[in-house]
């Protein structure tokens, strides 16, 4: 049981920064606390207190500074979802943060609690890595700036030291006459097998596919670009026999990450379905044109 001394709240960065060094970082920053708190109850994770992070101005807020897109660590998915910038700049992302769980872990969860829990299927974490983005890591006395896809190392781990916070996400948005977009299989209670969700991002030029970015969660251990699948793509005028040949390759790509584990058939069926659905959609629907 934690004691009400193993709780703090400082009101500013500098502040919680300092108190995480002097407990050695022994502290879990605490944020939405939707992975956290039931970790903490259920006796899955035992820690010494906790450093609520909720009155950090300093963690919060979308910006644009006419360059990039900056993501305070704090901003919920219900806030990159409604956000008209992300709306409109990056949908992808907006889309991800909307596929969450339900309104109440939507209006509670953060974009830094969603990185730093590193789960395989992490929805927002797939658009993250699929634009590129970085975060920039505080320390009482050094900061970083790390590709997210760096600081990601395994199921529920990281890079990220115990005396470091996520202040920000930062990235730039897909170039204009991009299109993007994300889809997740969500669970059904027939299967109980974890999900899985796919990030795409297409820039057209003269109707030729000049760039691509694909990210894949929950066929490993984190969320990754697959450079093989960006590679069927790039070069292509996008067009029905393109989509039948990504779909063949997603499913072979699906098939090597997995190799034999349990749920290699089922994932190889259900990443045809999400790809086929993506790519029409992106192809040949009203796909989210970034202008
Ligand atoms: C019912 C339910 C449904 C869910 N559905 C989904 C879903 O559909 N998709 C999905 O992706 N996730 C889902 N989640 C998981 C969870 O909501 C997300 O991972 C969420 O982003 C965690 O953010 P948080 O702010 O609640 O983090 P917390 O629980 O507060 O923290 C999570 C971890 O991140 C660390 N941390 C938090 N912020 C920082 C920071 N700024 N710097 C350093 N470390 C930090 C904490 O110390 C902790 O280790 C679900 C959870 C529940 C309970």
């Not at 030291?161 to 730039?172: D, G, N």
Request: charged residues 20%; glycine residues 8%.
């Amino acid at each position: 049981m934690l004691k009400l001394n193993d709780f703090f709240q400082p009101d500013n960065l500098q502040a919680a920064l300092t108190i995480l060094a002097d407990s050695g970082g022994q502290l879990r920053p605490l944020a939405g606390g939707t992975d956290l708190v039931p970790a903490v109850r259920q006796g899955e994770l035992r820690i010494k207190g906790f450093l609520d992070l909720s009155q950090l101005e300093e963690l919060k807020g979308i910006k644009d500074d006419g360059r990039e897109i900056h993501l305070g660590s704090l901003t919920t998915f219900s806030q990159l979802e409604f956000s008209p910038l992300i709306q409109k700049q990056v949908p992808l992302l907006a889309e991800a943060a909307a596929s969450v769980g339900s309104p109440q872990i939507r209006n509670q969860g953060t974009v830094g609690g969603n990185i730093a829990n590193a789960s395989p299927a992490a929805d927002t974490v797939t658009a993250l890595v699929a634009l590129e983005a970085q975060a920039r890591l505080v320390a009482s006395r050094v900061a970083r700036t790390a590709p997210i896809s760096d600081l990601l190392c395994d199921v529920g781990k990281t890079t990220i030291q115990p005396v470091e916070l996520i202040q920000e996400v930062v990235f730039t948005a897909p170039p204009p006459g991009s299109k993007s977009g994300f889809i997740k299989l969500g669970r059904r209670k027939a299967l109980a097998i974890a999900r899985m969700n796919m990030a795409v991002i297409i820039t057209l030029e003269d109707g030729i596919i000049t760039r691509a970015r694909v990210a894949l969660g929950a066929v490993g251990p984190n969320p990754s670009r697959n450079l093989t699948l960006e590679g069927v793509l790039e070069g292509q005028r996008p067009s029905s026999s393109l989509l039948e040949n990504f779909v063949s390759e997603a499913e072979r790509e699906v098939a090597r990450m997995l190799g034999s584990r349990p749920s290699a058939p089922y994932k190889r069926e259900a990443v045809k379905g999400i790809a086929r659905d993506l790519l029409t959609r992106l192809f040949f629907g009203n796909g989210q044109v970034v202008t």
